[in-house]
């Protein structure tokens, strides 16, 4: 149901409190109640079922976090989980990702992908063969110039078009049309590993037209755009509701639903609503009070899986203290990383958040690369508070905190006090904080500017919010940490706007290293380099909790996997 090709995405503020790659279990039945351990997590969680288990029609009410303001996925402004769900159902899913990551064309967009490792000069060669059936809503055959508009768009080469990401279409050189009508050749500078993030779906060339149609031919979604098995019916920006019918001209298997609605709404409201049978999903379900509103409902199901999702502190590098990269790694060193995550997760069943804490930006626990690089940042208030007398940060026993130079030792936190998880972070930061004798001023930010103008204003000194991952943990370095990306000005995603030379020249190895296990160990370097500048501090990896009428099928905890729109449906 969901692809994507960005490396990460971000989550919707209000209900995940964030902005917007797993462990053993092959449970695939939609049973809940998985340990957890992340050596048991199931990799998904969806209740599988062949399409004649599945009764024809019914409506399918699921919830998002708020209505898109641009329909432009690969635009900056676009770049959401909530879009992305929406995407899944309209717009062309090129792969079917397996639990593990792994993957097979989708036939009805891609017949055949071929794949040729760098040879004679030439650089990696995909060459994708199209479904000669498939068509953009305009009655249009995709075609090559489709995937061709999108990498123009996308390459970094023109300012002028303000793409989420470069990642990947920076490594291209050129995109051309096959010996057939129906095929893609894409050629790439050199090696590029994660080749597939790049086509794992595409958009039609007339919205990549030029920069003012991409950045602002999407604010209203024009049909025509899209190519899956269900359209717009309705945009109710009144009733906050997009609402979805079949596609007349799909060329596929027919959808099993009359319609699929998305309301947008806050974590309680869409809490309260599924337990009235108002929708039927509460997904991202992140604290006690939501997993048992939930569990009240006769026919619900909880289904659970190792998530994608991780909670995180940004940390500003250029507000005020967070300036010094060693008061940084102080501070670091005073937050207890697994005490918040007791607290956020507190009152979820069968839950061990020790098992649950993040010492890797980019692979999760359990996840092929993965090892805890976070042991010199390890909790240790002591360890903090000599480091910041050394640094010539003095406690004055009366106000309780640090002063140097008549200063004091203090930063701003950012919270949105109608999100829980921000604001008992928030609060237990300060209180963590305080034992180390470093003042934290509490903010209240508007959710709705959170990601608008706080963060990528830089109006923060710390603030948190949740990444969502992909299976392409590898792909994601530049996105975050690049140095291009530190640039306020261009709209980069690099929030800590910290440009660290270590990991500005792993990026390129990294982006382009063919041998696996060598990648691997240059991203742990980057990793270990962005533990060392404190640009991103990791918190836990969320478990993927999404509640479900239990006869909902095809649908639920994702993980990595994901499955087509058309075969989502009830049971009979």
């Not at 710390?462 to 792909?475: E, H, L, N």
Request: charged share 20%; proline share 4%.
């Amino acid at each position: 149901m969901r692809h994507t090709s960005r490396a990460l995405a971000a989550v919707g503020a209000v209900a995940a409190l964030a902005l917007t790659g797993c462990a053993g279990g092959s449970s695939q039945s939609g049973q809940s109640g998985q340990s957890g351990s992340a050596s048991e997590l199931a990799l998904s969680d969806l209740n599988i079922q062949p399409r004649d288990a599945l009764q024809q029609g019914g409506d399918l009410r699921l919830t998002i976090t708020s209505m898109p303001t641009n329909w432009n996925y690969l635009q900056q402004e676009g770049t959401s989980v909530d879009l992305n769900r929406i995407n899944g159902f309209i717009e062309p899913a090129n792969l079917i990702y397996n639990a593990d990551g792994t993957y097979e064309p989708n036939p009805e967009y891609i017949e055949k992908i071929d794949a040729q490792d760098p040879a004679d000069g030439k650089g990696q060669v995909i060459t994708l063969t199209l479904n000669p059936d498939s068509k953009w809503n305009s009655g249009r055959a995709i075609d090559w110039e489709d995937y061709q508009s999108n990498w123009k768009a996308c390459n970094g080469e023109d300012a002028d078009f303000y793409c989420g990401s470069t990642d990947g279409w920076n490594q291209i050189s050129s995109i051309e049309k096959g010996d057939e009508d129906n095929q893609v050749v894409i050629t790439f500078k050199s090696s590029y590993p994660d080749w597939s993030s790049v086509v794992s779906g595409v958009f039609p060339k007339e919205a990549m037209a030029d920069a003012k149609t991409f950045n602002e031919g999407w604010k209203d979604y024009n049909n025509d755009w899209g190519a899956g098995p269900y359209v717009i019916d309705s945009v109710d920006t009144a009733q906050q509701v997009v609402k979805l019918v079949p596609n007349p001209d799909w060329w596929g298997d027919k959808a099993m639903l009359d319609t699929v609605s998305f309301r947008a709404m806050d974590a309680a409201a869409a809490a309260s609503a599924f337990a009235n049978s108002e929708v039927d999903e509460l997904n991202g379900i992140i604290n006690g009070d939501q997993y048992q509103q939930a569990s009240t409902r006769s026919d619900a199901e909880i289904r659970r899986a190792g998530g994608l999702q991780w909670r995180h502190f940004t940390v500003n590098s250029e507000s005020g203290v967070l300036q010094d990269v060693k008061v940084r790694q102080a501070i670091n060193k005073g937050i207890d990383r697994e005490s918040i995550a007791n607290s956020d997760l507190a009152g979820i069943p069968d839950l061990v958040p020790s098992e649950l804490m993040m010492g890797n930006h980019f692979f999760m626990p359990g996840q092929d690369g993965y090892q805890d690089n976070s042991g010199d940042y390890a909790y240790n208030p002591e360890t903090a508070g000599s480091d910041l007398d050394a640094l010539g940060w003095t406690l004055n026993e009366t106000s309780g905190y640090r002063e140097k130079d008549g200063k004091t030792l203090e930063f701003d936190y950012a919270m949105m006090p109608d999100v829980p998880t921000s604001k008992n972070e928030g609060e237990l930061l300060q209180a963590q904080m305080k034992e180390i004798g470093v003042k934290v001023n509490i903010n209240n930010v508007d959710s709705d500017a959170f990601f608008s103008d706080t963060v990528p204003g830089g109006k923060f000194g710390v603030t948190t919010f949740t990444w969502q991952g992909t299976p392409y943990p590898m792909a994601n370095v530049g996105q975050i940490y690049g140095c291009d990306n530190s640039l306020a000005q261009n709209g980069g995603m690099n929030y800590s706007r910290y440009c660290d030379e270590t990991v500005k020249e792993l990026i390129p190895q990294i982006d382009t290293e063919p041998d696996h296990d060598k990648r691997v160990e240059l991203v742990n370097q980057a990793d270990k380099a962005i533990w060392d500048a404190v640009m991103t501090i990791p918190i836990y990896r969320r478990l993927e909790m999404t509640a479900v009428p239990s006869n909902l099928a095809n649908y639920g905890a994702f993980g990595m996997q994901t499955v087509r729109a058309e075969d989502i449906g009830f049971t009979k």
